[in-house]
T-cell receptor
Framework: QKEVEQNSGPLSVPEGAIASLNCTYSDRGSQSFFWYRQYSGKSPELIMFIYSNGDKEDGRFTAQLNKASQYVSLLIRDSQPSDSATYLC????????????FGAGTRLAVHP | EAGVAQSPRYKIIEKRQSVAFWCNPI?????LYWYQQILGQGPKLLIQ????????DSQLPKDRFSAERLKGVDSTLKIQPAKLEDSAVYLCASSPPGGNTEAFFGQGTRLTVV
């Protein structure tokens, strides 16, 4: 079982819709989670991080964490064609300098 | 603030040859990571340094891969000898002090082994 799992997609949504990206993790010791966006041929760039159960909003993005279900999600409201990219979920155990483990990523395609 | 610097950007080598990649992290970042990203997959952690000590290298193929971070600043990742399956993008990332923080990525080195 992979430590961080994501559906590879592609997830296709129309412009203006809500895109919902999901991630599950197996290590109950994981405490912090990061969502990165990666355009084709580019490096990952951070969108959001979340440490606490519940929702965290930043502009059009909302991250959700449910530690009981070991589930993390990213919602993108009012999706734009420029949001088309691969979204990587990463998790890390709390404390010290623990390793940052990535999922395989979900490819999102926003069509006009 | 300057970002994570990597070189070279691209490298093509024949199998069984050796290759080295260089990374200079963001100034003041104590944690440095090397990831391997094969096309269509997520980044796979090869090795993580805390200053000049190794935190984790459980996924590093030690029979052919080696990495060092002298003086706790820049780092070199070497492959010797290379195999076809080593074709990938090698990403270097760094994190600021504090432990539980995000990683900032460099532009990566695209390696093609023929």
């Amino acid at each position: 079982q992979k430590e961080v799992e994501q559906n590879s997609g592609p997830l296709s949504v129309p412009e203006g819709a809500i895109a919902s990206l999901n991630c599950t993790y197996s290590d109950r010791g994981s405490q912090s989670f990061f969502w990165y966006r990666q355009y084709s041929g580019k490096s990952p760039e951070l969108i959001m991080f979340i440490y606490s159960n519940g929702d965290k909003e930043d502009g059009r993005f909302t991250a959700q964490l449910n530690k009981a279900s070991q589930y993390v999600s990213l919602l993108i409201r009012d999706s734009q064609p420029s949001d088309s990219a691969t979204y990587l979920c990463a998790g890390r155990r709390s404390g010290g300098y623990n390793k940052l483990i990535f999922g395989a990523g979900t490819r999102l395609a926003v069509h006009p | 603030e300057a970002g994570v610097a990597q070189s070279p950007r691209y490298k093509i080598i024949e199998k069984r040859q050796s290759v080295a990649f260089w990374c200079n992290p963001i100034s003041g970042h104590a944690t440095l990571y090397w990831y391997q990203q094969i096309l269509g997959q997520g980044p796979k952690l090869l090795i993580q340094f805390q200053n000049n000590g190794v935190v984790d290298d459980s996924q590093l193929p030690k029979d052919r891969f080696s990495a060092e971070r002298l003086k706790g600043v820049d780092s070199t990742l070497k492959i010797q000898p290379a195999k076809l399956e080593d074709s990938a993008v090698y990403l270097c990332a760094s994190s600021p002090p504090g432990g539980n923080t995000e990683a900032f990525f460099g532009q990566g080195t695209r390696l093609t082994v023929v």
